[in-house]
């Protein structure tokens, strides 16, 4: 599988496709993990990392590959019943104490049906909000990959990716401008698209190295 493109998190316009990811030294571990579920033990795993990192596009190129329900931990149930083989549950860190119940008999529904559990999350499990012991010790027999900070190649990539979501062509070396003077993060570079899209239209000047060199002026 070829990736050449990052998407983030945010719902909002963005590309999800397989062939929209780009694999640096930050992801390919996860990426690796999420193509490959063989690897994983006991048929689960958790991809955790910060907001816009790409752990929803992960679980979509994941989800690509085998029938696949995804849900938001958020909107479990005590009662929920997975119709799929394979189960997405995104965002662990907000799963509500009602349903860790559930969410134990999800490990036990899946591992007796050969199924395969993918678990999103910002923190690793050690942080997360269970109280539950059975489930907390479910939990600990997971293998976890983390998506680290972006490196340049990423951070340019992701810059990128967030202008084209925008339908926003700007100038072919802006991200490479931009990638050593903003925070090395994904929200920082999804701050500094976003300010410069709103700073254009507001003022009607074209998106620019100068625009930027302006933005980036203010911020210190």
Not at 138 to 145: I, K
Not at 189 to 206: E, F, M, Q
Request: one cysteine or more; proline letters at 8%; charged letters at 20%.
């Amino acid at each position: 599988m070829m990736a050449r493109q990052l998407s983030f998190d945010w719902p909002n316009g963005v590309a999800l496709g397989p062939d929209d990811f780009f694999v640096s030294t930050a992801n390919a571990t996860a990426f690796g993990m999420v193509t490959d579920p063989d690897r994983w033990p006991l048929r689960k795993l958790v991809i955790a990392g910060p907001a816009g990192c790409g752990k929803s596009h992960l679980a979509r190129i994941f989800a690509a590959c085998q029938p696949t329900q995804i849900v938001q931990a958020s909107d479990l149930t005590p009662d929920f019943q997975p119709d799929a083989t394979a189960l997405v549950v995104e965002d662990m860190d907000n799963l509500p104490p009602t349903a860790q119940e559930a969410v134990f008999h999800l490990h036990n529904h899946l591992q007796n049906n050969a199924g395969l559990l993918l678990m999103t999350a910002r923190q690793t499990p050690g942080r997360w909000p269970v109280t539950l012991p059975d489930l907390a010790s479910r939990m600990q027999g997971t293998a976890v990959v983390q998506v680290a900070d972006p490196d340049d190649a990423l951070l340019q990539a992701v810059m990128m990716k967030l202008f084209a979501d925008r339908q926003i062509l700007p100038p072919p070396d802006l991200a490479a401008y931009l990638a050593p003077r903003i925070e090395r993060s994904f929200a920082a570079a999804a701050d500094i698209v976003a300010r410069l899209d709103s700073t254009a239209l507001a003022t009607g000047h074209k998106i620019s190295q100068r625009l930027a060199a302006r933005l980036l002026d203010k911020s210190d």
